[in-house]
C-alpha cells in the first residue's frame, strides 16, 4: 500500500465522546491517511446519543449496536478492543484514531504503538494522563474545534490577547509546555550558531509525551514557538525552520 493511500481507521467510543468535533477530528485523521473504516460504538437506544445519530450517515460512519447487559456498564471498550486487535491483525490499517475521553483505552493503545502503528487519540481536556500519553498523539477535540472556528472567523481583533498567530492564546503556553520544549531543544542537535532544526524539536517533544500544537490553539509548530518566550525563529534557504533557545 502506498503512502498516498495508507489504510486508516477511526474507532469512536459514542459514550464518551461528543459528536461536536467529528468534522475536525476526520481532517486531523487525514495526517494518517484515508479513513476508509469509521465506526462508532454505543447503545443507540440512549437519548443521549441523539447527536451522534444525526452524524453517522453524513460522515459515513458504521454504528455499531452495544446494549448494556449491566446497569452503569456497557460492553462498548470491549468490542472496541477486539474490532481493533482484529485489525491489527489482519494487516491491512497503517493507522489508527481512538475517540474517547475513557482511561480503558490505554492498554489498547499501548499496544497497537508496540506493533509501530501511530495511534491518535481524541478527547476532552478531562481525559485521564495515562490515556493520554498511551497514544502517538493526544488532541483535545474541545481546543481543536475552537481553533479551526479561528480560522474560519479570520484573525482576531486587536485588544483580543491572542498570540502572534492569531490561532491561540498566550495563557496556554504555561511552564510545563514551556520546560517540555526546552528539554527537546537540548536533546536535539545544534548547528554552530546553537540552532536546532524545528521539525526534530517537535519529534523530541513528542517522544516524551503526547505533544500536539492543536492542544494549545496552534496550527503549526511554528506559530506555537513564536508565542513561546525566549525562543528564536529562522527561516533557511531550504525553506526548512529552526529554532534557538535565548536564555
Same mark, same amino acid.
Given at each position: 500500500?502506498?503512502?498516498?493511500?495508507?489504510?486508516?481507521?477511526?474507532?469512536?467510543?459514542?459514550?464518551?465522546?461528543?459528536?461536536?468535533?467529528?468534522?475536525?477530528?476526520?481532517?486531523?485523521?487525514?495526517?494518517?491517511?484515508?479513513?476508509?473504516?469509521?465506526?462508532?460504538?454505543?447503545?443507540?437506544?440512549?437519548?443521549?446519543?441523539?447527536?451522534?445519530?444525526?452524524?453517522?450517515?453524513?460522515?459515513?460512519?458504521?454504528?455499531?449496536?452495544?446494549?448494556?447487559?449491566?446497569?452503569?456498564?456497557?460492553?462498548?471498550?470491549?468490542?472496541?478492543?477486539?474490532?481493533?486487535?482484529?485489525?491489527?491483525?489482519?494487516?491491512?490499517?497503517?493507522?489508527?484514531?481512538?475517540?474517547?475521553?475513557?482511561?480503558?483505552?490505554?492498554?489498547?493503545?499501548?499496544?497497537?504503538?508496540?506493533?509501530?502503528?501511530?495511534?491518535?487519540?481524541?478527547?476532552?481536556?478531562?481525559?485521564?494522563?495515562?490515556?493520554?500519553?498511551?497514544?502517538?498523539?493526544?488532541?483535545? +477535540? &474541545? %481546543?481543536?474545534?475552537? #481553533? @479551526?472556528?479561528?480560522? !474560519?472567523?479570520?484573525?482576531?481583533? /486587536?485588544?483580543?490577547?491572542?498570540?502572534?498567530?492569531?490561532?491561540?492564546?498566550?495563557?496556554?503556553?504555561?511552564?510545563?509546555?514551556?520546560?517540555?520544549? +526546552? &528539554? %527537546?531543544?537540548?536533546? #536535539? @542537535?545544534?548547528?554552530? !550558531?546553537?540552532?536546532?532544526?524545528? /521539525?526534530?524539536?517537535?519529534?523530541?517533544?513528542?517522544?516524551?509525551?503526547?505533544?500536539?500544537?492543536?492542544?494549545?490553539?496552534?496550527?503549526?509548530?511554528?506559530?506555537?514557538?513564536?508565542?513561546?518566550?525566549?525562543?528564536?525563529?529562522?527561516?533557511?534557504?531550504?525553506?526548512?525552520?529552526?529554532?534557538?533557545?535565548?536564555?
Amino acid at each position: 500500500m502506498t503512502e498516498g493511500n495508507r489504510n486508516t481507521a477511526l474507532l469512536i467510543d459514542a459514550d464518551n465522546a461528543s459528536h461536536h468535533g467529528i468534522d475536525a477530528v476526520l481532517t486531523v485523521m487525514a495526517e494518517l491517511g484515508e479513513v476508509n473504516i469509521r465506526r462508532a460504538y454505543g447503545n443507540w437506544r440512549k437519548q443521549a446519543l441523539k447527536g451522534w445519530v444525526d452524524k453517522l450517515h453524513v460522515y459515513g460512519i458504521e454504528p455499531q449496536q452495544q446494549f448494556d447487559m449491566t446497569k452503569g456498564k456497557n460492553a462498548t471498550d470491549m468490542k472496541m478492543t477486539i474490532d481493533a486487535m482484529d485489525m491489527l491483525f489482519s494487516g491491512r490499517v497503517n493507522g489508527f484514531g481512538i475517540m474517547s475521553s475513557d482511561s480503558d483505552f490505554m492498554p489498547l493503545a499501548m499496544r497497537l504503538r508496540q506493533d509501530g502503528y501511530p495511534v491518535y487519540g481524541f478527547g476532552s481536556a478531562k481525559t485521564p494522563e495515562a490515556f493520554k500519553a498511551a497514544c502517538s498523539r493526544f488532541i483535545d +477535540v &474541545d %481546543a481543536l474545534t475552537r #481553533s @479551526d472556528s479561528t480560522r !474560519r472567523e479570520g484573525p482576531a481583533k /486587536s485588544g483580543d490577547s491572542e498570540s502572534p498567530s492569531g490561532n491561540g492564546k498566550r495563557g496556554q503556553v504555561d511552564d510545563k509546555l514551556i520546560a517540555l520544549l +526546552v &528539554d %527537546a531543544y537540548n536533546a #536535539s @542537535d545544534r548547528d554552530e !550558531r546553537g540552532f536546532a532544526n524545528m /521539525s526534530q524539536v517537535g519529534q523530541r517533544a513528542g517522544n516524551r509525551s503526547s505533544f500536539d500544537v492543536r492542544n494549545y490553539g496552534f496550527s503549526r509548530l511554528s506559530d506555537l514557538f513564536e508565542a513561546v518566550p525566549n525562543f528564536n525563529t529562522e527561516r533557511r534557504d531550504d525553506n526548512q525552520l529552526w529554532v534557538k533557545r535565548l536564555r
